[in-house]
T-cell receptor
Framework: EDQVTQSPEALRLQEGESSSLNCSYTVSGLRGLFWYRQDPGKGPEFLFT???AGEEKEKERLKATLTKKESFLHITAPKPEDSATYLCAVPGAQKLVFGQGTRLTINP | ETGVTQTPRHLVMGMTNKKSLKCEQH?????MYWYKQSAKKPLELMFVYNFKEQTENNSVPSRFSPECPNSSHLFLHLHTLQPEDSALYLC?????????????????FGSGTQLSVL
């Protein structure tokens, strides 16, 4: 069964304290991976698509990387406005499979 | 307006009520989706429409009834819901209309309808 697991469930950081979020997956035949950001009371907003192992993409303080078994979302010197829930998703055999998300809080 | 718009933003209904959720996309996309988001659970796909045709019903109870009159509008009709149906209901659209697990599944979400069933 296609499965996506994100860790940690929640992460609290001080402003400027860098860290990484993890997304591990088990799907037959990786066809890419998506990262989304979700703010409270809003729908998810697309961040990145990674197509193959070894690929990296960056956007401001965020950098997403992909291996054959997992993806990392690295956050460098985060600011309070980076606080959100970050979701990853992988195309499964029959549908897009989402992880349960990591709730990130950046304290000023 | 731009993007994906959902109304209402909040809805409280009794178990015997009938209500409808509305979604409109202004992006010229070919596919539209209903997702359910419950606390601490992954997004659950409910329905997919490609070019107005329903391509999948992801084992959703019949008390949820979707309607897609055209490629820009999507409705979710609700009747005799249960308290466990309380959740955030999200509408999304995508350009390619590949439906399921294709790589071109970059989704654009609305802000959702927060539903509470009493």
């Amino acid at each position: 069964e296609d499965q996506v697991t994100q860790s940690p469930e929640a992460l609290r950081l001080q402003e400027g304290e860098s860290s990484s979020l993890n997304c591990s997956y088990t799907v037959s035949g990786l066809r890419g991976l998506f990262w989304y950001r979700q703010d409270p009371g809003k729908g998810p907003e697309f961040l990145f698509t990674l197509y193959s192992a070894g690929e990296e993409k960056e956007k401001e303080r965020l950098k997403a990387t992909l291996t054959k078994k997992e993806s990392f979302l690295h956050i460098t010197a985060p600011k309070p406005e980076d606080s959100a829930t970050y979701l990853c998703a992988v195309p499964g055999a029959q549908k897009l499979v989402f992880g349960q998300g990591t709730r990130l809080t950046i304290n000023p | 307006e731009t993007g994906v718009t959902q109304t209402p933003r909040h809805l409280v209904m009794g178990m015997t009520n009938k209500k409808s959720l509305k979604c409109e996309q202004h992006l010229g996309h070919n596919a539209m989706y209903w997702y359910k988001q419950s606390a601490k659970k992954p997004l659950e796909l409910m329905f997919v429409y490609n070019f107005k045709e329903q391509t999948e019903n992801n084992s959703v109870p019949s008390r949820f009834s979707p309607e897609c009159p055209n490629s820009s509008h999507l409705f979710l009709h609700l009747h005799t819901l249960q308290p466990e149906d309380s959740a955030l209901y999200l509408c999304a659209s995508s350009q390619e209309g590949s439906g399921w697990g294709g790589i071109n599944e970059k989704l654009f979400f609305g802000s959702g309808t927060q539903l509470s069933v009493l």
